[in-house]
């Protein structure tokens, strides 16, 4: 069955150190997003591409990017983690028909210290 | 701004139904309602949408007023594992972002 995954599931990082959180999904989707999800903010959309080599900035992008090199996935990066940036994490894919459904991943918690 | 607005905790009990309002007073004609649910500690789960008219899955029942400026998410028999926050959004047809409110924490009891 097609799937979405997210690795790893569990971080713990040091402020100033680079991360990458990978996403991955097999529905073959154009649409990847990535959220942040943090108590009292709900979910916020960080980073989102339509397709290979097309990334677009969200509500709170900074202090990430994104590359879409293929269609499976969309990693994530925080350049230089900061505590702000202790999150869940979701990654979605959507197949961008009219329906537009979401499928979201199971979540990574990166926690900054 | 918020397009939605639900309540912050509801109860059922059950093997009851759940009914989940919403209200989009400012909704205009291209865009779409949306349900999701979010159960605890895992990825928001897609249950259902509409534009206009009243639609049934084989998960719940959305129906939509007819000035569309509101609806009612029904889960008709809910069960225990149906404990999660639910979200209501307003999407404009086209586009594919969707922006996430603080939805309703419904709480199935025994």
């Known amino acids: 069955d097609a799937e979405i995954t997210q690795s790893p599931r569990h971080k713990i990082t040091e402020t100033g150190r680079q991360v990458t959180l990978a996403c991955h999904q097999t529905w073959n989707h154009n649409n990847m997003f990535w959220y942040r999800q943090d108590l009292g903010h709900g979910l916020r959309l960080i980073h989102y591409?339509?397709?290979?080599?097309?990334?677009n900035k969200g509500e709170v992008s900074d202090g990430y990017s994104v590359s879409r090199s293929n269609t499976e996935d969309l990693p994530l990066t925080l350049e230089s983690a900061a505590s702000s940036q202790t999150s869940v994490y979701f990654c979605?894919?959507?197949?961008?028909?009219?329906?537009?459904?979401?499928?979201f991943g199971p979540g990574t918690r990166l926690l900054v210290l | 701004d918020a397009k939605t607005t639900q309540p912050t905790s509801m109860d059922c009990a059950e093997g009851r139904a759940a009914n989940l309002p919403c209200n989009h007073s400012t909704i205009s004609g291209n865009e779409y309602v949306y349900w999701y649910r979010q159960i605890h500690s895992q990825g928001p789960q897609y249950i259902i949408h509409g534009l206009k008219n009243n639609e049934t899955n084989e998960m719940a029942s959305l129906i939509i007023t007819e000035d569309r400026k509101s609806s009612t998410l029904i889960l008709p028999h809910a069960t225990l594992r149906d404990t999660a926050v639910y979200y209501c959004?307003?999407?404009?047809?086209?586009?594919?972002?969707?922006?996430f409110g603080k939805g309703t924490m419904l709480l199935v009891s025994p």
């Open positions: 591409s339509y397709g290979v080599q097309d990334t």
């Open positions: 959004i307003v999407r404009e047809r086209g586009y594919s972002t969707l922006t």
């Open positions: 979605a894919s959507s197949s961008g028909t009219s329906k537009e459904t979401q499928y």
